[in-house]
């Protein structure tokens, strides 16, 4: 087996850090986070600011004063959906068995890659400004992933003959492709799961 690095502790990563908010800004704050993962995820590109505060249920003024830029949206957007999948390993690795955590969070994945295909180019827009902020994710994303598959490894349950980096190649590059749809992921990730599953039980 390949040696174990993130099994034993949770995932970590570089994270931008901002200034605490009062309760009500953060309040909206995560309104307008969660309602333009919403918006951007229906309708893409073509998502409004205006639509956004509306289901947000917050001034247009109160979303500018959070984001000032479009741009600054989309990263906010982002970063919570990486911060979503590393409380999901954290969660499941915890709560779940070995493999079944592993499963769970691999389906998380595959729903965050499809949430953020329909704005896909802004994203890119947002990682040429921001290198950092792509490679910086991947890297918790892999850890994450790490977690939960060096667990079910460690337990027989999964071969180990396959890496975190390995994993997300595979996953990832399904996600990604022009075809791709959540129906076809979910069944190829039926497959991958079979391929990397072994004989033995939880």
């Not at 969660?91 to 389906?107: C, G, K, Y």
């Not at 400004?129 to 792509?134: I, V």
Request: charged share 30%.
């Amino acid at each position: 087996m390949r040696p174990t690095t993130a099994a034993s502790a949770p995932p970590t990563g570089i994270t931008t850090i901002r200034r605490p908010l009062r309760a009500d800004a953060q309040r909206n704050y995560d309104r307008l986070v969660s309602a333009a993962h919403s918006v951007l995820s229906e309708r893409g590109s073509e998502a409004s600011m205006e639509e956004i505060a509306k289901r947000a249920d917050v001034g247009v003024g109160t979303l500018y004063r959070h984001f000032p830029r479009r741009i600054d949206l989309v990263e906010a957007v982002y970063r919570e959906g990486v911060e979503s999948l590393v409380t999901l390993a954290t969660s499941v690795a915890a709560d779940a068995t070995p493999w079944d955590a592993l499963v769970e969070w691999l389906d998380g994945f595959v729903r965050y890659a499809q949430s953020k295909r329909v704005f896909l180019t802004e994203l890119h827009e947002a990682f040429e400004k921001n290198p950092e902020l792509a490679l910086d994710s991947r890297e918790r994303i892999r850890i994450a992933a790490g977690l939960v598959l060096e667990r079910a490894q460690q337990t027989g349950v999964a071969r180990d003959d396959i890496d975190a980096a390995d994993l997300m190649q595979l996953v990832g590059g399904m996600c990604m492709a022009r075809n791709a749809s959540m129906e076809r992921n979910e069944r190829l990730l039926t497959l991958v799961l079979d391929g990397i599953r072994t004989t033995a039980h939880d």
